[in-house]
């Protein structure tokens, strides 16, 4: 039988980690009933997931593997941070927002990264195979880039500037991909009439 990856252990070992917090979390503050109860059904429904996806290697259960990192790491670090307040650090709750929208730049990296290497089955497309490729380029580059400047205006910017930015980075990154599928629908419209003609 071959060895797995740490790539395997991961998603699991994130999640042992979040259980542990929520458990602190909840020893510390248990006044706080109904967050770590929400807590830690989100942690068992990544655990439900991660279980259920445990005996596959294929790209979907690669893909869904580091959904449950990302959603571990969105959980882990808050959690982590707001212990380490309780036990006598300093606040850091902009840490911690800083820590989740830099990951959900890292996430938007990742899917954009992972998009172009998709293949749709010809069967199921309904325009040039080529052209869809290139959409599927075109919007996985756009992600990617969507997601860099997401992660480097949390990391780099002060909050106030960093939360205004990404009400601009987010939708101009979802209007530029609807506005090119827009213009491949068009694009295969005007060649079906042309063709008609």
């Known amino acids: ?107 938007l990296m990742f899917t954009g990264n992972a998009l172009p290497k998709t293949l749709t089955p010809l069967s199921v497309l309904r325009c040039d195979p080529a052209r869809a490729q290139a959409f599927q380029r075109f919007a996985g580059w756009t992600w990617v880039l969507t997601g860099l400047a997401l992660a480097v205006v949390w990391l780099a910017l002060p909050l106030h500037l960093a939360d205004s930015l990404t009400f601009v980075l987010l939708p101009a990154g979802i209007l530029i991909i609807a506005v090119q599928c827009a213009r491949l629908r068009w694009s295969r419209h005007s060649a079906v009439t042309a063709s008609h003609n």
């Open 1 to 107: 039988m071959p060895a797995k990856s740490i790539s395997n252990y991961l998603p699991a070992g994130l999640l042992l980690v979040g259980g542990a917090l929520v458990g602190a979390g909840w020893y510390t503050h248990p006044h706080r009933v109904i967050f770590w109860t929400i807590a830690m059904l989100l942690i068992a429904c990544l655990a439900t997931i991660l279980f259920f996806i445990s005996r596959s290697s294929t790209d979907d259960a690669n893909a869904l593997r580091a959904g449950v990192v990302f959603a571990g790491l969105i959980l882990v670090i808050p959690l982590g941070l707001k212990l380490a307040t309780t036990l006598g650090a300093h606040d850091h709750a902009d840490i911690s927002k800083r820590a989740m929208m830099a990951i959900i730049g890292a996430f």
